[in-house]
């Protein structure tokens, strides 16, 4: 299966693009996703509190995707 990622901030600065797909097997976990893309973008582990927007919402680590799922990593925000 095919899934779908939106890149944002320093994650978009990192991958090189706003948008990658990743091939991986069916209905895997958030944890799983997040540690495949670490392996292929090392400079990814550096991001200490990096999450996961499933559908327009934070995600938890145990939660199943879906290929459809609309995926999104989300770095974190400073700002005042």
């Known amino acids: 299966m ?3 990622i939106n890149l944002f901030g320093i994650t978009k600065e990192i991958i090189g693009n706003t948008l990658i797909e990743i091939e991986m097997e ?6 799983q996703l997040l ?3 670490k392996d292929d973008y090392p400079k990814l582990r550096a991001i200490k509190s990096l999450l996961v927007a499933v559908n ?3 995600a938890e680590q145990d939660l199943i995707l879906n290929f ?3 995926i999104a990593l989300i770095p974190p ?3 005042g």
């Open 2 to 4: 095919k899934y779908s």
């Open 26 to 31: 069916e209905s895997i976990k958030v944890a």
């Open 35 to 37: 540690e495949k893309l």
């Open 56 to 58: 327009s919402e934070y």
């Open 68 to 70: 459809r799922d609309e």
């Open 77 to 79: 925000v400073s700002g």
